[in-house]
Nanobody, 123 residues
């Protein structure tokens, strides 16, 4: 089994920044990528960003382009999501997930999920 633990969420003013962390433990060798998704109230879960462990190649969903940066620390088995210029529409629960699929852009590409960390942006 793989365990994922997110941290770093909170209440922040619009225009501020946050860095979310996701620490993976357990049988992580079976996964090839880790992704960050978010889900706002009343909306479906959407991909924010993903990164492959092997080659560090990032993939960004439409909501993330320009303000979000995903990175990974292999030794710590941790993935980070840096969010700059936060907007009210970034308010959501952010989940990290890991999977072994060739694709990284869909929730069904991931096998294990964290409990989520809440980000609230005040305007």
């Amino acid at each position: 089994q793989v365990q994922l633990k997110e941290s770093g969420g909170g209440l922040v003013q619009a225009g501020g920044s946050l860095r979310l962390s996701c620490a993976a433990s357990g049988r992580t060798f079976s996964s090839s990528a880790m992704g960050w998704f978010r889900q706002a109230p009343g909306k479906s879960r959407e991909l924010v960003a993903a990164i492959r462990w092997a080659d560090n190649s990032p993939w960004y969903g439409d909501p993330a382009k320009g303000r979000f940066t995903i990175s990974r620390d292999i030794a710590k088995r941790t993935v980070y999501l840096q969010i700059n210029g936060l907007k009210a529409e970034d308010t959501a629960v952010y989940y990290c997930a890991t999977g072994a699929s060739d694709r990284v852009d869909r929730p069904e590409d991931y096998d294990h999920w964290g409990q989520g960390t809440r980000v609230t942006v005040s305007s």
